[in-house]
């Protein structure tokens, strides 16, 4: 698990992204059991091979 220091504004904007394109991409790799978020910040990977190949 790794907890990230910035909100997803600014992890959007560091990645080139929305916010809210952030936070539905999120939301997909949970519904995909690649991820669990805890919180706002806190991301555990779950399927680290499969979320590799993502694109």
Same mark, same amino acid.
């Given at each position: 698990? %790794?907890?990230t220091t910035a909100d997803q504004e600014r992890?959007?904007?560091y990645l080139g992204i929305t916010p809210e394109s952030l936070?539905?991409?999120l939301r997909e790799f949970e519904a995909?059991?690649?991820i669990k978020q805890?919180?706002?910040r806190?991301?555990?990977i779950l399927d680290?091979?499969?979320l590799? %190949?993502?694109e």
């Amino acid at each position: 698990m %790794f907890r990230t220091t910035a909100d997803q504004e600014r992890s959007g904007s560091y990645l080139g992204i929305t916010p809210e394109s952030l936070s539905r991409k999120l939301r997909e790799f949970e519904a995909e059991n690649l991820i669990k978020q805890s919180g706002r910040r806190n991301i555990k990977i779950l399927d680290h091979d499969e979320l590799s %190949f993502q694109e």
